[in-house]
């Protein structure tokens, strides 16, 4: 199976960005750590980042040419923005879990509501970086066991 992992906008500050808040590994370990265990998995991993809204609709959309068949994003602040990142994912309809490294539901209000969420496979929030590890993991219970 292909997993897709996709950070969206500031995650490229990783690691010198609000370490306190975020914790300290830089985006280049998550998906070095990523890429390890999706392979232990028996997974094709590939990760994209981008700061732009329109490239990440892009990426994801260029995915189903792919045939990815699972998506792991952190959509950073798009999470609470995006009607479009929605659309396209309904739109090339890959099951994804969201992973935020933050409890966005314990920061300020305008961080409570995902437009995601409601149709994501899964949500992870408030782990750090040990969330993208349990999203893979599940990635790998999902696609050996779809749910009905
Ligand atoms: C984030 C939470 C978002 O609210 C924020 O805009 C981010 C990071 C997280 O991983 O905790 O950029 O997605």
Redesign the pocket.
């Known amino acids: 199976s292909k997993i897709l992992l996709v950070n969206?906008?500031?995650?490229n500050l990783l690691g010198t960005r609000e370490p306190q808040r975020?914790g300290s590994a830089t985006l280049a370990q998550i998906e070095t750590d990523s890429r390890h265990r999706a392979l232990e998995l028996g997974f094709e991993f590939t990760c994209f980042q981008a700061n732009g809204e329109g490239a990440l609709i892009d990426r994801i959309q260029q995915a189903a040419r792919e045939h990815v068949d699972f998506i792991i994003i952190?959509?950073?602040?798009y999470?609470?923005t995006s009607i479009a990142l929605r659309d396209a994912l309904l739109a090339v309809a890959i099951p994804f879990i969201e992973?935020?490294?933050?409890n966005?539901h314990a920061?300020e209000p305008f961080?409570h509501h995902s437009y995601l969420s409601d149709v994501a496979h899964g949500v992870i929030v408030g782990l750090g970086a040990l969330g993208y590890r349990l999203a893979l993991d599940a990635a790998a219970q999902a696609l050996a066991r779809p749910r009905p």
């Not at 969206?8 to 995650?11: A, E, R, V």
């Not at 952190?74 to 602040?77: C, D, F, S, V």
């Open positions: 969206g906008p500031n995650l975020y952190n959509p950073g602040a999470t609470h992973v935020h490294l933050s966005i920061r961080r």
